[in-house]
């Protein structure tokens, strides 16, 4: 490693951790009243992997980190899969304050705390990005359709000024709730050490313009996914808000 290169990462970890300061005294929306952390995120400054969830629960909220209750067990169990650690990438969600009883954010409330994302996402300069859910991805891909149309199909987006592969997944929760969808979450994980490769190699090219990389089209894909469920998993699923 180079001093130049060191040096940068030195400066990337010490704007992150100011920000993270920062934000720790945020008030612009009726969250902040309720909290008892804020949830920055946590993970590696010079991580070319992001993943961004949807917003603390209970155990976040007590702890001020991101996924360390059940949900984020199995996303420890997913990185391992593909033989990466929470220490390898960088892990936020799109709200930093836990909602009231884990209901789903609200509109005002993604709107106040946006900016501080795309923060993370400027400072940290990630080559891909998992969504994880709907709510980060509609968000991020900036089009309404929901993860279970897009799942496993990545987007070439501009994040800021950035350019990356978004690459939208079930949130780990779906898999919890719905334990037919865990082989969908491993089949899409197992593709990330290749999708990294070719971002680090070159963002811009990794897939030609109007490509879907998922093979399947959002119709199919659906069907699918939603074959596998029982009808009462299908309508727990789509309550929980995770298709």
């Known amino acids: 490693m180079t001093d130049a290169v060191e040096r940068a990462r030195t400066v990337r970890a010490g704007a992150l951790r100011q920000y993270a300061e920062e934000t720790a005294s945020c008030t612009k929306c009726a969250l902040a009243k309720g909290r008892t952390h804020v949830v920055f995120g946590s993970g590696n400054p010079d991580a070319e992997l992001m993943f961004v969830g949807e917003a603390p ?14 949900a984020g067990k199995l996303l420890d169990r997913l990185l391992e899969g593909i033989g990466l650690t929470r220490g390898d990438v960088m892990v936020v969600n799109v709200l930093k304050c836990r909602p009231p009883g884990n209901r789903d954010p609200m509109p005002e409330e993604i709107a106040a705390c946006e900016p501080h994302l795309f923060r993370q996402i400027e400072l940290i300069e990630p080559t891909l990005v998992a969504t994880l859910g709907n ?48 082989e969908v979450l491993e089949s899409d994980f197992a593709r990330i050490p290749d999708l990294l490769s070719r971002a680090v190699e070159d963002p811009a090219g990794a897939f030609p313009a109007g490509a879907s990389p998922a093979g399947a089209s959002p119709a199919r894909a659906r069907a699918d996914d939603l074959a596998a469920l029982g009808a009462a998993e299908e309508i727990e699923a789509v309550q929980l808000g995770l298709f």
């Open 135 to 182: 709510f980060a991805t509609k968000l991020l891909s900036g089009r309404p359709a929901g993860i279970t149309r897009v799942h496993g199909q990545v987007q070439e987006v501009t994040l800021g000024a950035r350019r990356v592969l978004l690459y939208p997944l079930y949130h780990p929760a779906a898999a919890l709730y719905t334990p037919s969808m865990l």
């Open 57 to 70: 629960g209970f155990h976040e909220d007590q702890q001020g980190l991101p996924f360390v209750g059940q």
